[in-house]
């Protein structure tokens, strides 16, 4: 999918209050602006902490750091979604996008 759908289907997710979906939307987007760039060509067997490594060499890795973080939580970790976690990731991507 392209960055604009990932973003758009994020967009409805948080609506329905699906938080969790939502975030992975934002963190996929991220991984499709890397892959655009050239940065971080789309391997499927790529694990976070490869991209974790391989974002380091841009000039403002944080935001893509917390986007990395937070879907690690999620995804592999206990930890649950709320509207909280999802503006967390919203700024980071507005980070990204900026």
């Known amino acids: 999918m392209s960055v604009a759908e990932w973003?758009?289907?994020s967009q409805k997710l948080q609506q329905q209050g699906k938080y969790r979906q939502a975030c992975r939307c934002l963190y996929m987007a991220m991984l499709q602006r890397l892959n655009n760039a050239g940065?971080?060509?789309d391997q499927p067997s790529r694990t976070d902490g490869e991209y974790l490594q391989l974002i380091q060499q841009l000039p403002q890795p944080v935001p893509y750091e917390?986007?990395?973080?937070i879907?690690?939580?999620?995804?592999?970790?206990?930890?649950?979604a709320d509207a909280s976690t999802f503006e967390q990731c919203?700024?980071?991507?507005?980070?990204?996008?900026?």
Do not use: C, P, S, W
Request: glycine share 4%; net charge neutral; aromatic share 10%.
């Open 90 to 98: 919203q700024q980071a991507y507005q980070q990204i996008k900026d």
């Open 7 to 9: 973003l758009l289907r």
């Open 66 to 69: 917390t986007l990395i973080r």
């Open 39 to 41: 940065t971080a060509v």
């Open 71 to 80: 879907h690690e939580q999620l995804y592999f970790g206990n930890a649950e």
